[in-house]
């Protein structure tokens, strides 16, 4: 890859991101898709989809299998980590994940929708007590206390067994079923079943509220499968919850392009993965004009 600039950087890897990095492969571009979870782990636990042409009763996993197999064949560089920021610098973009930085000349959101609900506070103290990430900012809570709300099992514990070095005490409450946490450190305190409702503090976040009671607390990492958009990339319009796109789905910043359930309703498959193609031929025009 020339320069190790990707031409496109595809940002989630459910239908309407795979849809993207295999047509833009198929038009010769270096493509990175970033997908740090399974392939859209919701559409997995689709016991039949009847509705996508062409696959009549197919599972939800067998779908993602036939959709990721399909695009990696075409040889995208697939990233498996999460993409926190987005920074437009001079003619590309600046990827930042927990490992390190990319750089793109066009973007393609395809991160889907947050699943769940912002916390209230949750906005006003981001970066200032509410993080995303516990391995780029657990630094900061060195002997302090922090709560950990997971709705995702494998990276929730990974990161608390990461604070469980670090802080003094560990809340962690995971908001996903599944097997009990396996956590290392005696610090780590799991609370089961217990749901966060709120996030206070005065200038700094000082306790997270839940259906039980207040922990006192100095910062709170929250892990979803997906995070706020508006948070990776400051600046970008949005319509209600969902990112503002025109027809050919471009956003209003210019070389981002956005695909999906991210884009709003209908949250069906076969939108998706028209508007990721959509997308990326509009993200290839758009080089081919700047290349001019």
């Known amino acids: 890859m020339a320069d190790n600039i990707f031409d496109?950087?595809?940002?989630?890897?459910g239908p309407a991101g795979l849809s993207a990095a295999l047509t833009g492969r198929i038009r010769n571009k270096t493509v990175a898709i970033f997908n740090h979870l399974e392939f859209s782990p919701k559409l997995q636990k689709a016991h039949i989809v009847d509705n996508y042409p062409g696959m009549p009763e197919i599972t939800g996993k067998g779908l993602m299998q036939q959709m990721?197999?399909?695009?990696?064949?075409?040889?995208?560089?697939?990233?498996?980590?999460?993409?926190?920021?987005?920074?437009?610098?001079?003619?590309?973009?600046?990827?930042?994940?927990?490992?390190?930085?990319y750089e793109a000349r066009v973007i393609v959101i395809a991160t889907g929708v947050v699943a769940t609900a912002l916390f209230e506070g949750e906005r006003d103290y981001l970066g200032r007590g509410v993080s995303y990430c516990a391995t780029c900012d657990g630094m900061f809570y060195r002997d302090k206390d922090v709560a950990i709300i997971s709705y995702t099992q494998e990276e929730g514990e990974h990161e608390a067994n990461f604070l469980g070095e670090l802080c003094r005490n560990v809340y962690y409450l995971p908001q996903y079923k599944g097997e009990a946490p396996k956590l290392r450190s005696e610090k780590i305190k799991v609370l089961s079943g217990v749901r966060p409702k709120a996030i206070k503090g005065e200038g700094q976040v000082a306790g997270l509220v839940t259906d039980k009671e207040e922990l006192k607390v100095d910062?709170?990492?929250?892990?979803?499968?997906s995070d706020p958009v508006e948070n990776i990339l400051p600046g970008l319009e949005l319509e209600g919850e969902t990112i503002k796109v025109k027809r050919d789905m471009s956003t209003n910043i210019p070389g981002v392009f956005a695909a999906g359930d991210c884009t709003g309703k209908p949250w069906q498959i076969a939108k998706a993965a028209g508007e990721g193609l959509v997308a990326v031929l509009s993200a290839i025009t758009y080089l081919e004009k700047s290349a001019k």
């Open 8 to 13: 496109i950087a595809v940002i989630g890897g």
């Open 68 to 101: 990721s197999a399909h695009c990696l064949a075409h040889e995208p560089t697939l990233i498996k980590e999460k993409v926190l920021n987005i920074f437009p610098t001079e003619g590309t973009f600046t990827l930042l994940t927990p490992a390190q930085t």
């Open 219 to 225: 910062g709170v990492f929250i892990l979803r499968q």
